[in-house]
């Protein structure tokens, strides 16, 4: 895999970053589902899953459109 990384274009390696945003964007989703689905309501907790959500989607969502067509070329 460190071969990879070293002689990696800079497309490939934008999308790789984008698709571990979307990983992260997957799993704040399913922590957001989770805590609608609480019982409790005191023990919610304190992180934005909505927010870190949206975040990384625009980012990892971005990332990907600026890699794809570097990635087409090369």
Do not use: N
């Not at 070293?6 to 698709?19: K, Q, R, V, Y």
């Not at 005191?42 to 870190?52: A, E, F, N, Y």
């Amino acid at each position: 895999m460190h071969e990879f990384l070293t002689f990696a274009s800079d497309a490939a390696i934008l999308a790789l970053w984008g698709g571990g945003f979307l990983l992260l964007a997957g799993f704040a989703l399913l922590m957001e589902r989770r805590r609608l689905k609480r019982a409790s309501l005191h023990g919610v907790g304190w992180v934005p899953w909505t927010g870190l959500f949206l975040t990384c989607v625009v980012v990892g969502g971005g990332l990907l459109a600026v890699a794809v067509p570097g990635m087409l070329q090369g």
